[in-house]
């Protein structure tokens, strides 16, 4: 589903060049579950952007689903994403005038799907993330892991390939976290849905099927095996 091969990516400025990832290669099946750990300053961040196509790597190349993402222009980039890619964020990233329906639905509309099949899939994805009878309230009337069960929501509209997780539970409680993780790990065992979830949180790495350490830019060689591996 996602093959990172012989990646590295440099910032410049000016004259000046400073390499941040150095000689990547990994992969990740479909319906797998994986954790990318890394403290601040990894590179953590960068890798996320490169994958998600929202930067492009000085070498090398990242395929999902067989697609070179790094040979796409900005348009086809753009289409990919929207069709292919799912995102979880860790401020969920919420439009606070729409409903919860409406934000879950948002996706669909730039892809020109009538109301009648947008309403019945959101509906369908929210009471699967457990909050259906949430539907019709505005975000700011819901707790972070309510917002944060809908934005999983919102990412698994599109039916993408794979979704990228960035700290999904950076701003929630203990409790909170380990009930959204649990949510996460249903998805991807009883629907197939493949997880890169982007962490500093080793609690949170270790639940998920295989961990992908980075530190200083670099792959640590050895991948560990999480709890639900």
Request: hydrophobic letters at 40%; a negative charge; proline letters at 3%.
């Amino acid at each position: 589903m996602l093959a990172v091969e012989r990646l590295s990516h440099s910032f410049r400025n000016g004259a000046e060049e400073t390499a941040v990832l150095h000689d990547l290669n990994f992969r990740v099946e479909k319906g797998e579950m994986v954790a990318l750990l890394g403290s601040s300053g990894s590179g953590k961040s960068t890798l996320l952007n490169l994958m998600a196509g929202l930067m492009k790597p000085t070498q090398g190349s990242i395929l999902i689903a067989g697609h070179p993402i790094e040979k796409m222009n900005e348009n086809r980039l753009a289409e990919f994403r929207r069709t292919h890619i799912g995102f979880i964020f860790q401020s969920y990233e919420l439009i606070p005038h729409l409903t919860v329906r409406e934000n879950v639905e948002l996706p669909l509309v730039f892809q020109s799907v009538n109301a009648k099949d947008r309403k019945d899939r959101a509906m369908k994805l929210l009471h699967q993330v457990g909050i259906g009878e949430k539907s019709e309230l505005f975000p700011s009337q819901l707790s972070g892991g309510q917002q944060q069960r809908v934005s999983i929501a919102r990412s698994l509209i599109t039916n993408p390939a794979i979704v990228f997780a960035d700290e999904p539970t950076g701003n929630l409680d203990t409790k909170t976290e380990t009930e959204i993780i649990d949510l996460l790990i249903h998805l991807n065992r009883h629907s197939g849905i493949t997880f890169v979830i982007v962490t500093h949180e080793h609690e949170v790495a270790s639940r998920t099927q295989r961990i992908l350490q980075l530190r200083d830019g670099y792959m640590l060689e050895n991948s560990q095996e999480g709890a639900a591996g």
